[in-house]
């Protein structure tokens, strides 16, 4: 399975970002895909996944709110739209897919990253 990520870059806090995530390969029907993200000089964090099939959401408590995610059938792709960003926002988004739960772990496959910076 290939993730490729894209949508990141520099913004401003308070603006709005849509990261999207192309999947492609091998059946992903039943697999959870979703985002991951590593802050400069932190650990990796779980941010969001949605279960391809049902299109059942879940988010880490802090992501809730200001983040959405979303799959799109059409084009096999998955969204983060992210609002009302924050500096401390910025890392590099990771797309992560795998046939279970994806938490801090995340899951088999993962996309290369993009970046999203916040400045203050």
């Known amino acids: 399975l290939r993730l490729v990520e894209s949508g990141g870059g520099l913004v401003q806090a308070g603006a709005s970002l849509r990261l999207s995530c192309a999947a492609s390969?091998?059946?992903?029907?039943?697999?959870?895909m979703g985002w991951s993200r590593q802050p400069p000089g932190k650990e990796r964090e779980f941010v969001a996944a949605?279960?391809?099939?049902?299109?059942?959401?879940y988010y880490a408590p802090s992501m809730k709110g200001r983040f959405t995610i979303s799959r799109d059938f059409a084009k096999n792709t998955v969204h983060l739209q992210m609002n009302t960003l924050k500096p401390n926002d910025t890392a590099i988004y990771y797309c992560?897919?795998?046939?279970?739960?994806?938490?801090?772990?995340?899951?088999?496959?993962w996309g290369q990253g993009t970046p999203v910076t916040v400045s203050g």
């Open positions: 390969g091998r059946t992903f029907s039943n697999y959870h």
């Open positions: 992560t897919a795998g046939p279970k739960y994806l938490g801090v772990s995340g899951g088999n496959y």
């Open positions: 949605v279960v391809w099939s049902t299109g059942a959401t």
